[in-house]
């Protein structure tokens, strides 16, 4: 009996000390926000294969991401081992679609021998954005790997600094979303500035387009381009609705609506209605911002693209990059029939779409970008073989900063205080850490990219064409990617002189690898 006198208060002051831990420590959102049963989800992290190989599911099974999809991501944005041992858990021989990467024996480009050589790789875009329409500040994007729109108001101030914070650290590119561009978008990282139907950010006291805000915006903002977002692969079509009891202060003035009221996202653009008055618009804002101008949308009906276009062809407008959502959804919420069955996958999408542009020799004149789970890195090499020059990453980039895949995204009850609005979760989220983090992972994806690129041998994955990707067809057969998506053998590629001027940059600043000096012999 006195034994358990004594045993009950020390457990309770254990607890104590435990839960004081939690609360204090920053490394972890969960802890923090839940002390000590936060510890329960760690627990079970670490024996979830042994529990998933005898009676769950297995490391290749889970959806959006798999465990080992998501071990690769948390791994990487921490600097830890992120290598795989034991060969593949992916049932390959007998996936059709499964892509298979074709290296070279012998290329012109030597990949360096060090495991851990490129770290801190420089991996600029092969083409200058605005560069082929002239614009006033076109530029090239320092990083082919960047982050994708995610608004604040669905993510947490605390997520949106994060991410910014991460962009400067790894010197890459961070889209502000629908939402507008806030406070936590200023933390030094470059910008792109969307444009959505709402206009947040850039409209007068009616919800009209204002373009003197706009030009106000940007003027005192690292707003690099702008992007005009027709629709997303989450909800296609589809408008949104913010509650009035999540439309805060901070949000409020963020997109210039009245605090405390429903926030609606019409499902159109009331500034244009055809493609002829969107080229339009897209070249007033060229020219009154003189930044370059872009289109975001998921694919559909490829008859919008072909009268895209064609005007582009046939006239002298024109955008300046093209960004593909992929109908796979991504951090927006919507109906399960829009999630699941609205809008093309993104590599059927993108093909389509690319191969229009192409037909009208336009492919070498714009800037694609790619988004839908392309944050890793053997779709995002699919995606550069078919054409992309850049990979948007989204969900990705929330789970380097602590996204735990809840899937409590639309609910605002997120528990690691990324997608939500409540301060008492998002207090969890530590900024000056997980920009680290996101930092770590968007480099460490970057290097990956170089890796399988010099293997390839070219030494930038913007160079990888279709000819070094196969698709599996069952256990005996397979297709080159340019006959899977009726590519020619000149698609997917930059110009000759972007080309020439891309493996330029990547040779002067770093110098081919290899092993040893040959020897005597080899020399003869």
């Known amino acids: 009996m006195t034994w358990a006198r004594r045993a009950v208060p020390l457990a309770a002051a254990a607890l104590a000390a435990l839960a004081a831990r939690d609360l204090t420590q920053r490394d972890h959102a969960l802890r923090r926000n839940f002390p000590v049963l936060g510890r329960a989800r760690y627990l079970l992290e670490s024996i979830g294969p042994e529990l998933r190989q005898y009676i769950v599911a297995a490391n290749d099974e889970e959806r959006p991401f798999t465990r080992d999809q998501r071990r690769w991501v948390y791994a990487s944005a921490k600097q830890e081992n992120n290598y795989f041992g034991f060969g593949t858990d992916n049932d390959i021989e007998y996936s059709a679609g499964y892509p298979i990467i074709k290296h070279r024996t012998f290329g012109r480009a030597v990949p360096p021998s060090a495991p851990t050589a490129g770290q801190e790789v420089r991996l600029p875009c092969a083409k200058v954005l605005g560069g082929a329409r002239g614009r006033a500040r076109a530029f090239r994007p320092e990083s082919v790997v960047n982050i994708s729109g995610m608004s604040f108001g669905s993510l947490s101030g605390r997520a949106v600094e994060a991410l910014n914070r991460g962009a400067a650290l790894a010197g890459c590119l961070q889209n502000t979303g629908e939402g507008g561009l806030s406070p936590y978008h200023r933390n030094g990282g470059d910008l792109v500035f969307q444009l959505g139907t709402a206009y947040f950010g850039c409209r007068d006291e009616r919800g009209r387009f204002s373009l003197a805000r706009l030009k106000e915006l940007v003027a005192g903002a690292p707003v690099r381009a702008l992007e005009i977002k027709l629709s997303q692969g989450a909800k296609p079509s589809l408008g949104g609705l913010l509650p009035g009891a999540k439309v805060s202060a901070e949000i409020a003035a963020t997109r210039g609506i009245p605090r405390g009221r429903d926030c609606v996202s019409p499902s159109r653009h009331a500034e244009f209605d055809d493609c002829d008055s969107l080229l339009d618009f897209v070249e007033l804002l060229a020219a009154e911002t003189r930044l370059p101008v872009g289109i975001k949308s998921a694919v559909g009906d490829l008859g919008f693209w072909s009268e895209l276009a064609d005007l582009m062809r046939d006239t002298d407008r024109g955008v300046d990059f093209v960004t593909i959502d992929g109908g796979e959804g991504g951090t927006g919420a919507a109906p399960l029939i829009f999630t699941d069955s609205v809008s093309f996958p993104f590599q059927q999408g993108f093909a389509r779409v690319y191969r229009t542009f192409a037909e009208r020799d336009l492919h070498e004149r714009v800037v694609f970008a790619g988004g839908g789970k392309l944050g890793l890195p053997d779709n995002a090499i699919v995606a550069f073989a078919l054409g992309c020059d850049l990979v948007n990453v989204g969900r990705e980039a929330m789970l380097a900063i602590g996204c735990i895949q809840a899937q409590k995204c639309h609910t605002d009850t997120c528990p690691t205080g990324v997608a939500t609005q409540r301060a008492w979760l998002a207090r969890g989220l530590d900024p000056a850490l997980k920009s680290v983090r996101a930092a770590n992972y968007l480099k460490t994806l970057r290097r990956d990219l ?27 057969g397979s297709a080159p990617l340019r006959d899977v998506y009726g590519y020619r053998p000149e698609w997917g590629l930059p110009s000759p002189a972007d080309r020439a001027e891309i493996v330029r940059l990547m040779t002067a600043e770093a110098p081919q690898g290899g092993s040893a000096p040959p020897s005597p012999t080899a020399q003869r």
């Open 450 to 476: 170089v890796k399988v690129a010099e293997a390839c041998g070219v030494e930038h994955p913007g160079l990888i064409d279709t000819s070094a990707v196969e698709i599996l067809q069952g256990r005996t």
